[in-house]
T-cell receptor, first 111, second 111 residues
Framework: DVKVTQSSRYLVKRTGEKVFLECVQD?????MFWYRQDPGLGLRLIYF???????EKGDIPEGYSVSREKKERFSLILESASTNQTSMYLC??????????FGPGTRLTVL | QKEVEQNSGPLSVPEGAIASLNCTYS??????FFWYRQYSGKSPELIMF????GDKEDGRFTAQLNKASQYVSLLIRDSQPSDSATYLC???????????FGGGTRLMVKP
């Protein structure tokens, strides 16, 4: 059974804190993605990775970084959280030319 | 022009009716198309994918693809209140390495 997990469903952080969002997939997928979703703005791609230690910027990478040290794990890092980063964060993974599966999402609130 | 366009809705249909959700895309080289359903506060879940022109049926769902018109649709027969959700159309990009999502159509099925 397909499985993408995210470390937290809900997270509350303060402005300026460093925030780590973890995503793990057990399907041996090469491609992994981080999106954020906001009302009226849809899904927006932050970063993606084709393989271990590889990363590519998506549409809105500013204020974020990522890490992929192992194939199954893709981390999103907010170096210094700001209130405009309050959002739903969705991780996804897929094989090339195959279906994309999403994790359950992390709702992050930055106070 | 957005790469993948959907009417944001809401599309309101009575219970038992056919709901028709539409999506247009701009990349003529796109080969793979996906429909996701997203309930409020949840992550997107895959409903169907379609690669070839024509219709593809799965239970109450039918996906229709017309590559010449760059148009993909999702029909939901015998709509149920539990079908009320946002439906996201997604298209694999020309390089085949990621999905581009439409903004989603909100469907409301009224008892």
């Amino acid at each position: 059974d397909v499985k993408v997990t995210q470390s937290s469903r809900y997270l509350v952080k303060r402005t300026g804190e460093k925030v780590f969002l973890e995503c793990v997939q057990d399907m041996d997928h090469e491609n992994m993605f981080w999106y954020r979703q906001d009302p009226g703005l849809g899904l927006r791609l932050i970063y993606f990775s084709y393989d271990v230690k590889m990363k590519e910027k998506g549409d809105i990478p500013e204020g974020y970084s990522v890490s992929r040290e192992k194939k199954e794990r893709f981390s999103l890092i907010l170096e210094s959280a700001s209130t405009n980063q309050t959002s739903m964060y969705l991780c996804a993974s897929r094989l090339p030319s195959d279906t994309q599966y999403f994790g359950p999402g992390t709702r992050l609130t930055v106070l | 022009q957005k790469e993948v366009e959907q009417n944001s809705g809401p599309l309101s249909v009575p219970e038992g009716a056919i709901a028709s959700l539409n999506c247009t895309y701009s990349d003529r080289g796109s080969q793979s198309f996906f429909w996701y359903r997203q309930y409020s506060g949840k992550s997107p879940e895959l409903i169907m994918f379609i690669y070839s022109n024509g219709d593809k049926e799965d239970g109450r769902f039918t996906a229709q693809l017309n590559k010449a018109s760059q148009y993909v649709s999702l029909l939901i027969r015998d709509s149920q209140p539990s079908d009320s959700a946002t439906y996201l159309c997604a298209v694999v990009n020309n390089a085949g390495n990621m999905l581009t999502f439409g903004g989603g159509t909100r469907l409301m099925v009224k008892p």
